[in-house]
């Protein structure tokens, strides 16, 4: 498995009988995910077994319990949103949900709306080096509070 620089695989699943067909650029995180670079479906009938290079460009995040299919290129600045079963490549500049995942908007249209959604509602943004033991039921009960958010930088 070639791995770029700032990479974060927080607990997932990278294909082990075939790893060396993953690439994963720079600045990428992926949380508890599954990568897969070969398919074993045939193999019973047919004696066969898919194998696809998995790239993955930089500055992707890829969201908690997606699965990543063999032969998928997933384009730089992308997002995969939580759950979702990529099938087929990613464009650059998307975010894709779904099962299969399909493009919902762009990431320029999903960070306008972050951008909005910082400036109109009453979030709470945190530094998260300054997060004490203390202040941890304080911050529980602000977010238990009308469905209240957080931020943390």
């Known amino acids: 498995m070639k791995v770029g620089k700032n990479f974060f695989g927080q607990n997932s699943i990278y294909d082990k009988n075939y790893p060396w067909l993953i690439n994963i650029g ?74 299969p995942a399909k493009q919902i908007k762009t990431v320029n249209e999903f960070f306008d709306g972050k951008y909005i959604e910082l400036q109109q509602s009453q979030t709470l943004i945190l530094d998260a080096t300054n997060i004490s033991k203390e202040m941890q039921p304080d911050i529980y009960a602000q977010l238990s509070t009308a469905h209240g958010k957080a931020y943390i930088k």
């Open 26 to 99: 720079n600045n990428v995180t992926i949380t508890h995910s599954t990568i897969l670079t070969h398919d074993e479906s045939m193999k019973t009938k047919m004696n066969y077994t898919k194998l696809g290079v998995v790239v993955i460009g930089d500055n992707v995040f890829v969201g908690f319990n997606s699965t990543i299919l063999p032969g998928v290129h997933i384009g730089e600045n992308a997002i995969i949103a939580a759950g979702s079963l990529v099938t087929h490549d990613v464009d650059k500049n998307t975010v894709v949900a779904g099962v």
